[in-house]
């Protein structure tokens, strides 16, 4: 078990899309000045910035 004051659990689920995010992240004091809302929008954002790509098999 993580110890929870050294870990912030996030979840988050959107009904509407029967999403579910879960995130695990060290504690600073930026984000834990952050609601969950927050850093899951932080989140997403990041995610969208990878361009991520599938692999191509060829």
Not at 15 to 21: C, F, G, I, V
């Amino acid at each position: 078990m993580l110890d929870p004051t050294k870990y912030r659990t996030v979840t988050h689920t959107v009904e509407a899309d029967d999403a579910h995010y879960t995130a695990v992240m060290e504690r600073t004091p930026e984000n834990d000045q952050m609601s969950d809302e927050e850093i899951i929008k932080a989140l997403k954002i990041w995610k969208r910035d990878q361009h991520l790509h599938a692999v191509d098999d060829k």
